[in-house]
């Protein structure tokens, strides 16, 4: 079976699995809400909030992510397809590649619906431009999915699986956090010239910081997965 079939078929597998139980995506979409609501009884009054706008949403998304990845394993873990799935005739790096697209999906259908409802809710606009919008939460997507998949395989074999992923994950994840909260920040307070070079810096980090771990990832899921 060709790697690009192995990769298909984990992601098959994810999506089916999904779809029969919802737990993941209807739990990250409770969640989500739930901090919305929150963020908006308690920043409401302020009016214009467009300073600190992607510090709220990438707050959101990172705390959010985190409650998916967690899932992500657990099912396998426990079912005991984890094993079925050492077992079974697939290179351990397209597995990584594997879990890593479906925890994309999963995110980005909670970011579909939580984007509009929350520009809605604190009447904001993406004034700089859509298109790097949509590339500034795409490139974080992909730099959360990629170390949050490694760093969930990791903690999916201990004791502590519930606290030590956000411990490990949330570190090594600052970086991208800031870049991403200041290229949201820029696009959507409508910068412009030299004002807006740095959303364009950001975005430049978020693509080294996906190359990097995706590589990084890619290259040590074999071992990480045999532990």
Same mark, same amino acid.
């Given at each position: 079976?060709?790697? @690009?079939?192995?990769?298909?078929?984990?992601?098959?597998?994810?999506?089916?699995?999904?779809?029969?139980?919802?737990?993941?995506?209807?739990?990250?979409?409770?969640?989500?809400?739930?901090?919305?609501?929150?963020?908006?009884?308690?920043?409401?009054?302020? @009016?214009?909030?467009?300073?600190?706008?992607?510090?709220?949403?990438?707050?959101?998304?990172?705390?959010?992510?985190?409650?998916?990845?967690?899932?992500?394993?657990?099912?396998?873990?426990?079912?005991?397809?984890?094993?079925?799935?050492?077992?079974?005739?697939?290179?351990?790096?397209?597995?990584?590649?594997?879990?890593?697209?479906?925890?994309?999906?999963?995110?980005?259908?909670?970011?579909?619906?939580?984007?509009?409802?929350?520009?809605?809710?604190?009447?904001?606009?993406?004034?700089?431009?859509?298109?790097?919008?949509?590339?500034?939460?795409?490139?974080?997507?992909? @730099?959360?999915?990629?170390?949050?998949?490694?760093?969930?395989?990791?903690?999916?074999?201990?004791?502590?699986?519930?606290?030590?992923?956000?411990?490990?994950?949330?570190?090594?994840?600052?970086?991208?956090?800031?870049?991403?909260?200041?290229?949201?920040?820029?696009?959507?307070? @409508?910068?412009?010239?030299?004002?807006?070079?740095?959303?364009?810096?950001?975005?430049?980090?978020?693509?080294?910081?996906?190359?990097?771990?995706?590589?990084?990832?890619?290259?040590?899921?074999?071992?990480?997965?045999?532990?």
């Amino acid at each position: 079976m060709s790697a @690009g079939r192995q990769i298909f078929a984990i992601i098959r597998k994810d999506i089916i699995a999904e779809l029969r139980t919802k737990e993941m995506v209807v739990s990250m979409l409770l969640f989500i809400l739930l901090i919305m609501v929150a963020f908006r009884s308690a920043f409401g009054e302020l @009016g214009d909030i467009t300073e600190f706008a992607g510090g709220l949403l990438w707050i959101a998304f990172l705390f959010t992510s985190l409650l998916g990845l967690n899932r992500s394993f657990v099912h396998e873990k426990d079912e005991g397809c984890l094993e079925g799935l050492l077992l079974s005739p697939v290179d351990r790096p397209n597995i990584f590649l594997g879990k890593m697209i479906g925890n994309l999906i999963f995110l980005s259908i909670v970011e579909l619906l939580a984007i509009p409802l929350y520009i809605t809710l604190f009447n904001l606009s993406i004034k700089g431009s859509v298109p790097l919008f949509i590339a500034a939460v795409l490139l974080s997507d992909v @730099g959360i999915c990629a170390i949050g998949t490694l760093l969930s395989t990791i903690s999916i074999n201990t004791k502590l699986r519930d606290m030590l992923l956000p411990l490990i994950f949330l570190p090594v994840s600052s970086p991208l956090l800031i870049a991403a909260v200041v290229a949201t920040n820029k696009i959507m307070s @409508g910068a412009t010239g030299p004002e807006f070079e740095p959303a364009l810096d950001a975005i430049k980090l978020l693509a080294a910081y996906d190359i990097i771990f995706l590589l990084l990832a890619y290259a040590l899921y074999d071992f990480v997965i045999g532990e």
